[in-house]
């Protein structure tokens, strides 16, 4: 059996046992962040609901990547257990049309027993969106994080080079991270500018709470003037959050995308928004 979102016990339909993955996007402004909690609106209690109004039983859906309150996702990957014997596309239309206008799941796939949401995925990519202009956006409110102050996007590149590779990020987690380890490996970070948006796109094997703000945080230090390029490793070397710069804003941050084997069959990350990753400048 399987649990429900509040930890009741599932009755799947007759039939196999089968696991579904889901690609969803959302709009995270007015969710209390990914995970389930009581008497919030959280992602996973929308989508646990929807699922369950079309398998008809209660469901569990797992993520590849939690996110926070405010934050949003272009290509979340979910996962859940049913026995209820549906079609893909019933799947897909049939939890939309139960989900509210902040959700949308836009694709449905079936995957082996073996494969987990979280644990099968071997990259995840996120996405920091900075409004860089004097005045506010009514557009992308909550949807963007506004820096008047004019970004030196060459400096940023410069100081996201130096926290490639493997290293402990303790310099970058939040209080509260319970992770084990600070240790995690990014492939990745680049950053570009389109006219008045400035993204930073960071590639890593898995990210530590708060990781990817407080990277964002330290690039527009260093992109405003406040600091060095240099001023990167030395507050990865440091290990010491108390001496980097505070963290950026929720409203800026999109998981973009969780990679996983090929072998697994699952959409990449062709058609999520924001600028094309040709253009993307590298920061290495």
């Given at each position: 059996m399987t649990a429900g979102p509040s930890g009741e016990a599932a009755t799947p339909a007759s039939g196999p046992l089968q696991r579904i993955?889901?690609?969803?996007?959302?709009d995270g402004s007015c969710f209390a962040g990914w995970q389930a909690q009581p008497a919030l609106r959280t992602v996973a209690g929308e989508l646990a609901r929807a699922v369950a109004?079309?398998?008809?039983?209660p469901v569990s859906v797992l993520c590849g990547g939690r996110t926070d309150a405010g934050v949003h996702a272009e290509g979340q990957v979910v996962h859940f257990d049913t026995a209820a014997p549906r079609t893909l596309r019933a799947w897909l239309l049939g939890v939309n049309a139960n989900l509210p206008p902040d959700v949308s799941v836009r694709w449905v796939r079936p995957v082996p027993p073996w494969f987990h949401a979280r644990f099968s995925a071997v990259a995840r990519t996120y996405r920091y969106r900075i409004l860089?202009?004097?005045?506010?956006?009514?557009?992308?409110a909550r949807r963007a994080t506004l820096v008047r102050r004019p970004l030196d996007v060459a400096a940023m590149q410069v100081a996201g080079a130096a926290l490639l590779g493997e290293h402990d990020f303790s310099?970058?987690?939040?209080?509260e991270c319970q992770s084990r380890s600070p240790v995690r490996r990014v492939d990745a970070i680049r950053v570009l500018r389109d006219g008045d948006d400035v993204w930073i796109e960071v590639v890593a094997n898995a990210f530590l709470h708060h990781m990817v703000r407080n990277i964002a945080g330290l690039l527009i230090a260093i992109g405003s003037g406040l600091a060095?390029?240099?001023r990167a490793a030395?507050?990865?070397?440091?290990?010491?959050?108390?001496?980097a710069p505070p963290t950026a804003a929720a409203d800026g941050l999109y998981l973009r995308a969780v990679r996983y084997p090929d072998a697994f069959g699952l959409p990449g990350d062709a058609g999520m928004e924001g600028p094309p990753r040709s253009a993307m400048i590298a920061a290495h």
């Amino acid at each position: 059996m399987t649990a429900g979102p509040s930890g009741e016990a599932a009755t799947p339909a007759s039939g196999p046992l089968q696991r579904i993955a889901l690609g969803v996007e959302y709009d995270g402004s007015c969710f209390a962040g990914w995970q389930a909690q009581p008497a919030l609106r959280t992602v996973a209690g929308e989508l646990a609901r929807a699922v369950a109004v079309v398998a008809d039983h209660p469901v569990s859906v797992l993520c590849g990547g939690r996110t926070d309150a405010g934050v949003h996702a272009e290509g979340q990957v979910v996962h859940f257990d049913t026995a209820a014997p549906r079609t893909l596309r019933a799947w897909l239309l049939g939890v939309n049309a139960n989900l509210p206008p902040d959700v949308s799941v836009r694709w449905v796939r079936p995957v082996p027993p073996w494969f987990h949401a979280r644990f099968s995925a071997v990259a995840r990519t996120y996405r920091y969106r900075i409004l860089n202009r004097a005045t506010r956006s009514a557009l992308l409110a909550r949807r963007a994080t506004l820096v008047r102050r004019p970004l030196d996007v060459a400096a940023m590149q410069v100081a996201g080079a130096a926290l490639l590779g493997e290293h402990d990020f303790s310099a970058f987690r939040a209080a509260e991270c319970q992770s084990r380890s600070p240790v995690r490996r990014v492939d990745a970070i680049r950053v570009l500018r389109d006219g008045d948006d400035v993204w930073i796109e960071v590639v890593a094997n898995a990210f530590l709470h708060h990781m990817v703000r407080n990277i964002a945080g330290l690039l527009i230090a260093i992109g405003s003037g406040l600091a060095a390029p240099r001023r990167a490793a030395e507050v990865l070397a440091a290990r010491d959050r108390r001496i980097a710069p505070p963290t950026a804003a929720a409203d800026g941050l999109y998981l973009r995308a969780v990679r996983y084997p090929d072998a697994f069959g699952l959409p990449g990350d062709a058609g999520m928004e924001g600028p094309p990753r040709s253009a993307m400048i590298a920061a290495h």
